[in-house]
Structure formats: C-alpha cells, structure tokens
C-alpha cells in the first residue's frame, strides 16, 4: 500500500471559509475554551490532526475520484485490516472538499459483493462461464489470437480501450495493439466523449486541450455553457460557476432542458436540439453588425475570418430563430451580452459535441471566442467538460486509431520514426491508422474483424443502436474483456479477466483543465485480481513481445510515456510522480523538471500552430441526420442523470445511487396530456421502448429526454442513431427523430448481469426492478428513497 | 449573533443529494441520512432545498422540551443532539413538536434519528459532512462574516415565524436581498386549528 505521505486532515488545512481561501480572525486560542462549548468550536477546535490520530488506526489515502473529467481530491479511508471502508472530502485545490454523490459512493465499489475475483471463460457463448486460473484463461485467449491473425490477417484482431483508465494504462493499450497484436484496430470510448472538441481545438489552436483552468471561471464576467448540464454531469463546478455568479458575473446556458444551472441563468436559450451552429453563426451574425468584433486581436491572431463572417451573415436572427425555435431578440441578447463583456468565456459539453456536425459545432464557438477577443487572459478563453475522468488524458497517448504517444499522428513518416524509436520497432512494423470504435463494430458486424479485446468499456451500454451493437458483438469469434463488475458487454464474452479498481494502483489522469493528478493506491486488490497493466504485459509476453512489455509497476510505464510524448505538443516530460505529489497536479505542456506546467494556454497570444495563429473555419448549419416527418416528428434526446455514470457498470450496483435514479424516465412537456409516471412509449426508425413519463415544464414541447445509462429493454441507446460526424467519428447520440405515445405498462429495468458465485445487495437489487414512477423534476428519488409517493 | 454554523442557500442547490449521500457517511449514524431533500416545484422547475437540523435556540428545540424521556441534549454551544438511545422510547413526540419537520423514527429499532451537526467533527473544529461535500455551497459551514466575505451582499435569517410563534434558529437561511422580510415566515400560515378560524 502506498504510505500516506502525513497528508493534513483534510481540517488542518481546510479553510472553513471555502472556495474564497478566506479565514475570518479567530479571536480565541482554543486551549482556553473548554470543548463542547460554541466558543471552543468558533475558535477552531482541536486541530484536527490530533482528532484524527486516535481513529482506531485508520489511515487516510489521498487520490481523487475515479468518475468524471473534474476529478475532485479525495481521501479513502483505510482500515487496520488494509480494506477501503470509506471516504473523507480532501481540500485539492479543485474541489476544495467538495464532492458529489458519485464521489461519495465510489469507495464502495472497491470491495463490492459483485467484483469478479477469478477469470471467467467459455469456449463457446452456448456454454456457461466457468471460473478458471489465470493460466487457462491467458493460454485460451493467446490461442485464439493467434487463430484468428493467422487465419484472417493481423487486422483482424480488435482492441478497444477506455478513458477510465489511468493514462499509463492507455498508453500500454495503443502499445499493446500495435507492437503486441500488431493490428491498427485499436480504438477507445472517449471516441463518445468529447472526441468534437478534441478535433475543434486541433483545427482551431494546433492543440487538444481547454485553453482556461476552472479558477479562470471566477473572474470572468460572462459564462457562456453550451450544451452541458453542468449541475448533474460535473457537480462540483458549480460552485466555480455560483463564484462567479456572487461577483456580478452573467450566466448564458444553451440548452433544450432547463436545468438545474440553467434555472438561475440570466439567459437560458432552450433551443431545438441539432440547430447549435445556426445560433452560434447567428450570435457571430449579430456581433458583427453591431461592430462588437475585437478587429485588431482578429487581425494579429488569426486566419481565416473573413469567410467566417461571411458565412455568420447567412444567418441573421430573423433566420436562426426559426431554425432554432428561439426567439430572435434571445440571439441578440445573447451577441450583446458576451461580446461586451470585459471578460468573457465559454464552457461546453456533450450537448454539441455528440452531433454529425460535433467538430462544426465547437468550431463556431471558438469563433465566437476569437472574433471577441476573449481568449487567453485571466477569465476570458473556452474549456470542454470531459465526461470521464481520464477523458483528456485517455486520448493523448496513443489509445486512439490515429494517434501515437504525444498526440503525434500514425501517418506522420516524423511522427512514426520517434516512436519506433522510443518502443525498439522497425518502422515496418507499425501498423497504419485504424478505424473509430462505432466503425469496428461495423466491421465486427461484417466480419472483417473477427476478435477483440475490450478493456474498460462497456459499448452494450454506450454505443448508439444497440441492435447494430449486438449483430457486431455476436458475430465475432472471440471476445474478452477485462472489468472489475460483469458488465453487459462482459457478458457477452468468452474471456472475462478480472482487474483492479482504481483504488489499487497507481496512476494518474488528466483532468478537463489537462491537468494531470496522481491516484494512488490505497489497498491490495483482493486475491485472484491482477492490474491491467500486468495482464496487457503477461499477454505480449506470451505473444512473443515480453521484451518490450517488461514493465512492473505502472511509475516505470509513465516513466516511458514521458520519454515518448518529449518534444510534442502535449509533453509530459516534465511531469513526475513525486512533483504530481508535491503539487496536486501539473497541467501539460511540461517539458521540463522545472517547468510549472501550462494551467492557461496562448497568454503570449500563440496558438500552436506554426504561425501561431487561430485558424478560424467557416461553417454550414445542416440538419440532423435522421429525418424529421409526420411520423417521426419530435426530437430524441439523450443525457446524465447525476446518480450515475456512463454505462452505469459501477453506478448501478452502487445502493445509495439506485435509489437516487432507480431507472430512466422519458421527460415530456405537458403539452403532450400524459401525467408523471405514465407509461409513455418512445418510438424512433431503430426501435421502441417504454418509460414513464416525467411532465415537466423544464423542456421544449418538441423534445424527448431519456438518460442513458440503462440497458435494454429500457436502454436510451436502443433508440438513437450511430450516424457518425465525418470528422471526430463521434455519434449522434444528442439528436434523433422519434414519436411518443401512451403504452400499456412499463418494463422493468433488468439488474446487470451476475457473475457466479457473486449475489448484489439486496437492497439494491429492489430498487432495481421497483416499476413505481420518478418522484422528481430530475427523475430523482427524494431523500426518503425510491419509495417514497 | 450566530457564530460558525451552517448556512443554507436554496438558490445554489442543484438538488444533486450529496449532502444526503454525505450524511449516511457520518460516523454518528453510518448508512442513515438526516438530511431531506425537497422539490419544491414538481414539474415546473427542478428547484430544491435541502432540510437540515435547524438547531432551534429560542424557544430552546421544542423537540427537546417535548421529550418524555429527557432524551434530547441540548450542548452548552446549542447543539441540539440526536436522541440518546439508552433513553429514547421512540415515541415520535419530537417528530410532532418540530416545525421544520427534522427528527425522523427508526420504526424498527424504536429509536429517534436525527441531524446533531456532525458533533464528532464539528466539536473538533471540523465542518459537518454536508456542508464539506455540498458541491454548490447551498449548505456552508462557517460564520456570517465568512459567508458574507465569499458572497458580497447575503443576507440571512435565523427567526422564523409559525402562526404566532417565533422560532430563532442556531441555523440560518439565505434570503433572498430584496426580499428581507423578518421574521421569515415558516412553513404555511395557519388558519384553522379544529375548524376555529385562528387569523390573527
Ligand atoms: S464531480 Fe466528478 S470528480 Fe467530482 S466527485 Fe463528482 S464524479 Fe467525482
Ligand atoms: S449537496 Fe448541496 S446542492 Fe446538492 S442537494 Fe445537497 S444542498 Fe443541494
């Protein structure tokens, strides 16, 4: 177990006083007030180091939370025995002590009922799982391998990562693919995440990152959030947003639902879903024309802006708010407001990202951005939420079909030959790019990749047309996948390795302000559960690659990542486990021991480009990709619920959480004469599935919220669609035509599938399958528990 | 007046439960949460407002004067505590005699559960679970000062009024600045008590 290096208690250094560092003067020394007494307690009480030592030998691990891109500090509570047992809120610089409910819950997944503890196996998806050695499993997946490459070609063979994963390990996992497997079908499920913005930032600033930290939130004087409900998805940034807030800041939200956040906002632009970049280009339009541009910071830092304004033209207020169902003046305002504010910033999510036109959608806020000079300074720039904890970090180091270690490209001769070097390959041997995660489950579905291994993902869940899923998933000869919980798609395996949660290893992840953090561990995992790092190495090594897998620990693969990623654009080189100690975390580009790291991007106005400037691109509104018609004519779409977490793997299992968000509901409006907790049926071209209904005023008549994380039969995903942006490949999970109608009852939503041996808690296998409606705006369960009427 | 205690600000709360997450955490009642979690205007908004122990200082927690058992302390800092369970009968007396409707009955075990301000930390200088973890700051723990440094302009309340009593609080609520009304009224005004109009 990894010591804990005497952190404070979270209360020796907390400040009371929260977000604004401020401590009030405390006029008495506590040793003279006797405890228990409100003098005793205002004066700062014992301090609480001491309270701390007498915890029956408790030890408190800091690392940070396993879910989302904000990645707040946290303290595991570890017990005499070496088991995790709970959590203590830990004052990290980004969350300042504060944590959401996930956050809080996640401790107990470590030593859950449910983990897997053995490799389970079948030779066949007739047979049932058997629990077998580690050997056996090991040897069968190496056999088949080797079946499959030499019969059908080295392509043939899969990977699929995750952004969950530490970056180490998503490092290993692009190495693996392509030195241990050789194949270029390697890609990952950050590939649903923010892949958009990923792309937009490259376009746009030579580089794949949030321009701004989150403290830059609490000094600008306008906030723009574009299609994230922050209040539910990244919780603990709201209070970065109320900060703002409290200083006179004006809060834009652009969002079909009023959410939690765009409910105090002082302008909420509930537009129709898929019309992102007709109002951004009609914002654009409209600053224009009242002569808000920042001409000179266009003229000095960028290309491009002519056709840009051109094209904003074609999108005047009059135009946009019929395409987008908003009224005009709200465009206007909305011009005004951003561009005339001394410090402006933008903030977005999934909402415009997960689009055929994603990559199109950021472009046109980033060119909101430059053409108001708002970038780059103390409160003024633009930042996408990563939707997994590692979203950022995941795709840096080579885990993406394109991409090597550093961001460098797979079809950059340059590019090729460092790597080659760094991992001792001829260049012969690297694989070319492959293709994007909902593209090789085409393929599987085609048969032109016939195995694969799935590592942290869980696309059952996750991807966009589940039936097109399972045809793929079905049809392929083998399948493993390494979880820590038997997930609907681990189900489905003939390998299933059992690996460590993220309280059992070290590592680190890069948050949505590419700040990398260090988890590290703080107990050994239970027996029969080894870390991905040792089974991806275990695995090349009976492959034949052992030389270059010969890694023990995860330091010593973060030590060659670093080496690998010198000298590119995001360069870890400068980044250390012990300096990521010392300083809670280090934004990248570092590329030197003594480098402080880059919390803020182009303070010297430089983009990273080569001639440093904003290449602005010009864009074309069109529709979404599934049709509207008389049949299908209101809009599906998709989101979080704050209880839970992408596929809901973890979430789902988790008591407390269940009970928060027991199943998913369709959220409708009124207008449409159902009543909350009605069956309501949600009908798209891919399939239909019943929910009930939550009737709220808080969305667009036009419009259909289902969250996600569900499998079928009430599986969102069942019902959109997996057309892909041309560019980031990401799918269309925001937008779908659909119909809704009353149904005769609901079904129920299934527990997720049970690994032998291994029963849930009962408790939340009841809340589970409990039919009764949600209780809540939010589909939420009151405090009381899902019981409640 | 106040000193450090606990603020609660409806406008920030997001209604994400933390705190009620937070709370089964605490050491003094692991697994059970005290803290409600109310959404107040179903299906118009998804407006909500965390319920914690109000710490009644004046008149002293009616839920303690109403005790049979003498089982509810009050501390000499005017923290009112959970219920002693070598003493408690689980009557529900104190769930009838609180206006803020906090003190919650474990059928069960026949016991009273409720909020005691995380003594086991605050005693030590420690914020309570909920108002360290509340993502938003609509739960703060601190004093007046230290609220009003962070947010310029706040006003809060710490008297409210039920038909013609006025409870004063150890907890206080935000108010919205232009809207300060004192005492702030609590829970609906009555107007009839065994079909007597009480109107004042
Ligand atoms: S906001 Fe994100 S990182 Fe923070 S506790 Fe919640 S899920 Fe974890
Ligand atoms: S933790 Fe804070 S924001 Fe979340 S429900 Fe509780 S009071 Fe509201």
Redesign the interface.
Known sequence: MTADPRPAH??AT?D?????G???AVPLD?SLA?????????A?????DQ?HADQNGETLVPTHCCFCGIQCGMYLRVNRAGKVF??E?RNHDI?R?????K???AYQQVNHPDRLTAPLMRRSRDEEFAEVSWDEALDFTVSEIRRIQEMYGKDAFGLLGGASLFSEKTYLVGKFARVALKTKHVDYNGRLCMVSAAGANKLAFGIDRAGNPFSDILLTDCLLIAGSNL??CF?????YV?GAR??GATLIVIDPR????A??ADIHVALKPGTDSAFFNSVLAVIVEEGLTDEAYLAEHTTGWEEVKAKAAAYPPSRAAGICGVPAEQIVQVARTFARAPKAMAWHARGIEHHSQGVENCLTVINLCAATGHIGKPGAGYGTLTGQGNGQGGREHGQKADLLPGGRSILNEEHRRQICEVWGIEESELPTAGTSMMEMVWQMQRREIRGLIGICNNPFVSLPNYRVVKEGYDAIEFHAQFDFFLSETAANAHVVFPVTTWAEDDGVMANAEARVVKHNKAQEPPPGVRTDTWVMCELARRLGAGDKFAFADSREVFDELRVASRGTVIDYYGITYERLEETGGIAWPCPSTDHPGTPRLFEDGRTYHDDGRIHLQAVEWHLPVDPYSDEFPMSLTTGRT??HFLSGNQTRRLG?LVE?SPRPWAEVH?SHGFR?GEPVRVTTRRGSEVFPAL????IRPDTVFVPYHWPVPTAANALTIDALDPRSKIPEYKVCACRIEHAGELDLVPSPPMAPGHVAYPETQVSRTDPSPP????G?G???GADAP | MMGRTIFIDPGRCIGCQACVSACRECDSHRGKSMIHLDYTDEGQSVASLPTVCMHCEDPVAPCAEVCPADAILVTADGVVQQADTTRCIGCANCVNACPFGVPKIDLGAKLQLKCNLCYDRTAYGLAPMCATVCPTGALFYGTVEELQAERPGVQVADTFVFGRTEVRTGVAMVVPADKVQWPVPGGLPVVEINGKDVRP
């Open positions: 979270p209360g907390a009371p006083a929260g977000p604004s401020r401590r009030a506590p006797p405890p228990g007494t409100r003098a005793f307690r205002d700062g009480g014992i301090p609480a309270w709970g959590v809120p969350n002590m504060r944590l959401c409910p956050g809080i819950n209040g539910e919780p603990v940034l709201t209070q109320w409290d200083r009023e959410t939690a956040v409910r105090t704050i209880a407390a928060q009124p909350t009737v709220t005023e808080a209780t809540s705006p939010q939420r009151t405090s009381e």
